[in-house]
């Protein structure tokens, strides 16, 4: 996958949790969805992506990736 499909597709996850009043749940969510319903091939290229510094991810999306995802695999 393109890395703009990549960042179309996590963006739309981010401004759908957006809307949550809980900063917190909202990111659990994100990360919770990516983490179900993304494959090993699209996690990789989303960690790579993030690792070297991609530009124009959701901040929202970016802090859940780093905290919630990247975080507990590299543990």
Known sequence: ?????MLR?????GDFFESMPDAVEAEEG???HIKKF???RMLKQLYGYLENN???MHPMVEHAIRTHLMAKTSA
């Open 9 to 13: 597709m996590v963006n739309r996850i």
């Open 1 to 5: 996958m393109e890395n703009e499909n």
């Open 54 to 56: 991609g530009p124009g």
């Open 38 to 40: 993304w494959e090993p």
């Open 30 to 32: 994100i990360a919770t």
